[in-house]
């Protein structure tokens, strides 16, 4: 069974910095792009960033190119969202997802992958 689970996120200050962690497993987790996505309280759900099976592609939303940077490591089946110089803007719950055959920028702007983790969430305070 494909299981995602997100930690790292927490509360600080604005132009503070977080790392969050992806682990999954029950997949073959080098054949899956994953995407961090976001969602904050009445707003719809966007991609963040997502990233494709090898690492060598990504894809980041234009409001966090230059502050966030996705990186994945295959041996241990698990995603990193590094977030810099963050913004109240960017608070919300995190959640990532894997899909099998969406590119990293399909799968950031189309949504709909083959599963969802259950969120953590990012508050950043001004």
């Known amino acids: 069974q494909l299981q995602l689970v997100e930690s790292g996120g927490g509360l600080v200050q604005s132009g503070g910095s977080l790392r969050l962690s992806c682990a999954t497993s029950?997949?073959?987790?080098?054949?899956?792009?994953i995407g961090w996505f976001r969602q904050a309280p009445g707003q719809d759900r966007e991609g963040v960033s997502c990233?494709?099976?090898?690492?060598?592609?990504?894809h980041y939303a234009d409001s966090v190119k230059g502050r966030f940077t996705i990186s994945r490591d295959n041996a241990e089946a698990t995603v990193y969202l590094e977030m810099h110089d963050l913004k109240p803007e960017d608070t919300g719950t995190y959640y990532c997802?894997?899909?099998?055959?969406?590119?990293?920028?399909?799968?950031?702007?189309?949504?709909?992958?083959?599963?969802w983790g259950r969120g953590t969430q990012v508050t950043v305070s001004s």
């Open positions: 997802a894997a899909d099998r055959r969406m590119s990293p920028f399909k799968l950031c702007v189309s949504g709909g992958p083959d599963s």
């Open positions: 029950g997949f073959r987790f080098d054949y899956y792009a």
């Open positions: 990233i494709g099976v090898s690492g060598r592609t990504t």
